[in-house]
C-alpha cells in the first residue's frame, strides 16, 4: 500500500479554553508546509469554536468532546476519524489528550503516534499519581515526546521516567513579525478602560486558571498602589477562577484599578498598551506569554519556574523572583517602574534573545523534521515494494530541499 504525500497529520486536545497550548496548536496547523503535510484538528467543540477564527480554512475540523477513556460513543468516532483521514501522524498536546487519543491511534495502527506535554503537572499528587505509572505506561502507545523546553524535557525524563531517546527538545516559536517594539496601541485603548492616558498598564496575559498565579499578582498589586497608585492592572485571558479573582479584588479594596477583559485575539495591542508584562505562573513548560511580551519590546517580571527561566533571565532578559511570593513580585515590579533605563535596557535585550532563539521559523522547521523523520522510521509506516524489489516510503522535500526518499534493498538503506 502506498501513502502519498500530503500526510494527513492531526492535532487532538480536550481542553476547552484557548490558552498556550492552542496558539502552540495554531502555529502548527497555519505554518505546516502543505506540500508535506496536510493538517487536521481534532477538539472539544467549545474550543473549535474560539478558534475557528483563526483556522486556517484548508484544515478539517472534528469538533468532539473526548475527555476519558470510558467515553465509548466519542472513542468511536475518533478511531473512525482516524481510519477515514488516514491519518499518517497523531500529534496529542498534553497528558491528558495523550492518555485517551495515543491507546486509540495504536490501535488503529496510525504509523507515527506524538505527545507533547507543555507542562510540568504539578497536580500531579499522592502514591499513585505522583508515580507516574500511568504515564509510563501509557507511552507504550508513543512514539516521540516533543518537550518545549529543557526544563520541560529533565521533568519527563527525570521525574516520569520516560525513555530520553523518545524526547525531543523543540522550544515554543512565536511570530514576531507580529510584535513589533515600534507598536502602538490603538488610540483611545486605555480611556476605554476607565484609565487616564498617563497611567502606567502593567499587563499579565494568561488563563485565570490556578497555575497562573493571579492571585499572588493581586496581593503585589495592592502593595504596588501604596507608591505609585496611579498604576493599573490588566488581566487578558478567560477561566474557572474570574470570579473568585474579582471578589479578591473586592476584598483588597482595588477595584478601581484592576480590569478582566477575558480572552483578546489582538494581544500586541494590548502588550503595546503594557509598561510591564508581567507572568506570576507557579509553573509553566515554555510560555508563549514570555516570548511575546519579549518580542514586543516589553520588560517583564516572572516567576523562576521550569522553560520560562530560558526565556526571562534575571538581570538580563527580564526580572524573577520566586513563584507564590507576592512581595518579591511587587518589589521587582516597582524596581522597574522606578528605574526606566533599566526597564528599557531589558526589553531591548529580551527583544534580541527571542529572535535568536524562539523564532516561529525554528520551531516549524524543527517540528516538520521530527515528522518526517519519526514517520520514515516508523515500523507501522506504509510502505510499497517496487518492481526491483526494493521497499521505497513515500519521498518529500521539506522547506530545507532534502528529500526524504528512503529505499530499503539488500539490507542497504539509501536517502537522495
Known sequence: MTRSFPLPVLHFSNELVRGGVEEHMLTLLRELDRKCFRPLLVCPPECA??????????????????????????????????????????????FRASL?????????????????????????????????????????????????SAANARFLIEEKQLPARKVQIIHNGSDLRKFDPKHLAPAGMKQALGFDESDPVLVVVGRLEPQKGHSVMLEAHAQILKCFPRVRLVCIGEGALRQQLQARVEALGIRESVRFVG????????????DISILPSFFEGLPLAAIESL??????????VDGTLEVVINEKTGL?????????????ILRLLGDPELAKELAHAGRRWVEEHFSQEQQIQRTENLYLQSWERSSRGLKHKTADGAVQVAACDNREGRSLLVEKASGEVKRR
Not at 265 to 272: M, Q, S, T, Y
Request: charged letters at 20%; glycine letters at 6%.
Open 49 to 94: 469554536e474560539k478558534l475557528g477564527p483563526d483556522l486556517p480554512s484548508d484544515v478539517e475540523v472534528l469538533p468532539l468532546s473526548l475527555q476519558t477513556p470510558d467515553q465509548v460513543g466519542a472513542a468511536f468516532r475518533f478511531a473512525q476519524f482516524l481510519r477515514r483521514q488516514q491519518v499518517a501522524i497523531l500529534h496529542s498536546h498534553l
Open 100 to 148: 485517551v487519543a495515543s491507546p486509540i491511534g495504536w490501535l488503529c495502527r496510525v504509523p507515527v503516534i506524538l505527545e507533547t506535554p507543555h507542562v510540568r503537572e504539578a497536580w500531579r499528587k499522592g502514591w499513585l499519581k505522583g508515580s507516574f505509572f500511568v504515564d509510563r505506561f501509557a507511552g507504550q502507545f508513543v512514539d516521540r515526546y516533543i518537550a518545549v
Open 263 to 274: 480572552f483578546q485575539r489582538n494581544v500586541a495591542d494590548w502588550l503595546a498598551m503594557a
Open 295 to 304: 518580542a514586543a519590546g516589553r520588560p517583564i517580571v516572572a516567576t523562576e
Open 320 to 332: 524573577s523572583v520566586p513563584h507564590g511570593q507576592a512581595k518579591a513580585l511587587a518589589n521587582a
